[in-house]
C-alpha cells in the first residue's frame, strides 16, 4: 500500500479525523483497518488504494514503527468513546447549561424586585380593594366575581415570600389608593423553614412599609390555611397568626380575618383544596369571599360600605 510521499509519523499527526474503528495485526506484519463505512478511506486527507472495492476491509504493509502508532491511535479513538469520556461531557454540558439557566433567574428576580407588584393598571376610585400575596392570591380566577361589588385588583405573586412582596410593594406609585387591601402572606415563608417569629417579624417589615407608603389604608390579613400538604407545619402557621392577631390588636387599621376554622372539617382539612393539597379549590375561595365580606361590613366605615353595596360605581381612569 502506498501511503504518500511524507514519513507515515507526519501522516498520523496530520490526521483530523477517524471513524470509531477496529485495528487488528497479525503475524506477517499487516495490519487490517475495519471501516464502519464501505468504500475509500482518508488518511490525512490523502487517497489510499483500497485492494478490495466491495469489501470494508484496507489491508496496508506496515513497519513496527507505524503499527505502534496506529496502535496508540486506536487507543485514544477507543478513550473518546468510552463511559468515562461520556460521563464528563455530560457533566460539562449540564454545568454550562445551569450555569445559563441561573444566570437568567438571577437576572429575572432582580428585574421583578425593581417593579410593583401586578395589576397596578385598571379601575381605580371608590369600592376598589387591593388583594396582595403568593399563588393563593394569584390564584383565584373568580376573585372580581366572588368579590362583587368591590372592585377587586389581584396582585397576587405567584410563590412569592414576604421580602418580595414588602420590597414590591415599596415600588408602587402612591398616585392610586384603594379602599382596602387585602394580604394573604406567611404561608410560604414557613414552608420554607422560616419559624413563626421570623415570619412575624417580615409581615411587621411589610405593614410597616404600607403604613408609611399609604398612611390610613385599612388592612385585612387573612389567617394562613390549614392545607393537607402542609399539615405537619400547622403548629407553626397557628403561632404565626397568633403574633398576626397580637398585632392587629395594638394597631386600629389592622384586621385579622381568621378564616381557617370554615376550612376545617372535624378538625382536619376539608373538601377545599385542589389535588395539589396546598391551593384552594372553587369552594374553598367562596369561604375565603364570605369571611372577607363580613370583615370588611364590620370594619369599614358604614357609609363606605353601604355606597359599595348599592352597586359597583363607575371606575375613574387612574391618575
Not at 384603594?178 to 417580615?202: C, H, L, W
Not at 375565603?288 to 370583615?295: F, L, P, S, Y
Request: proline share 8%; charged share 20%; aromatic share 8%.
Amino acid at each position: 500500500m502506498i501511503l504518500g510521499d511524507a514519513p507515515v509519523g507526519r501522516q498520523l499527526d496530520q490526521l483530523p479525523f477517524l471513524p470509531r474503528s477496529q485495528f487488528e495485526a497479525d503475524g506477517a506484519g499487516l495490519i487490517g483497518f475495519v471501516d464502519e463505512q464501505p468504500g475509500v478511506a482518508r488518511l490525512a486527507q490523502r487517497q489510499i488504494r483500497v485492494l478490495n472495492p466491495t469489501s470494508s476491509m484496507l489491508l496496508w504493509s506496515a513497519t513496527a514503527g507505524m503499527k505502534a502508532e496506529l496502535a496508540g491511535l486506536s487507543h485514544r479513538l477507543l478513550d473518546a468513546f468510552s463511559p468515562r469520556a461520556t460521563i464528563l461531557k455530560i457533566l460539562l454540558g449540564l454545568t454550562v447549561f445551569s450555569a445559563i439557566v441561573g444566570g437568567w433567574l438571577v437576572l429575572q428576580h432582580r428585574v421583578k424586585m425593581h417593579t410593583p407588584l401586578p395589576d397596578a393598571e385598571g379601575p381605580q376610585g371608590g369600592c376598589v380593594l387591593w388583594f396582595i400575596g403568593s399563588s393563593s392570591i394569584h390564584r383565584w380566577v373568580t376573585l372580581e366575581q366572588d368579590m362583587r361589588p368591590w372592585i377587586s385588583h389581584n396582585r397576587g405573586v405567584e410563590g412569592a415570600m414576604l421580602p418580595e412582596l414588602r420590597q414590591r410593594f415599596a415600588n408602587e406609585k402612591v398616585s392610586a389608593r384603594p379602599d382596602a387591601m387585602v394580604f394573604y402572606v406567611g404561608n410560604n415563608d414557613i414552608a420554607d423553614r422560616k419559624s413563626a417569629a421570623e415570619t412575624a417579624a417580615q409581615f411587621r417589615q411589610l405593614v410597616a412599609t404600607e403604613m408609611a407608603k399609604m398612611p390610613g389604608v385599612p388592612m385585612f390579613t387573612i389567617s394562613v390555611k390549614p392545607s393537607p400538604t402542609r399539615w405537619p407545619l400547622r403548629d407553626v402557621q397557628v403561632a404565626f397568626d397568633q403574633h398576626v392577631r397580637q398585632l392587629a390588636m395594638r394597631l386600629g387599621n389592622l384586621i385579622f380575618v381568621d378564616a381557617s376554622a370554615g376550612l376545617l372539617s372535624d378538625g382536619r382539612p376539608g373538601p377545599f383544596f385542589l389535588e395539589d393539597g396546598v391551593h384552594l379549590n372553587p369552594a374553598g375561595y367562596r369561604v375565603w369571599a364570605g369571611a372577607i365580606h363580613d370583615a370588611l361590613v364590620e370594619h369599614l366605615p358604614a357609609p363606605a360600605t353601604q355606597h359599595c353595596a348599592k352597586g359597583r360605581p363607575t371606575p375613574l381612569a387612574k391618575g
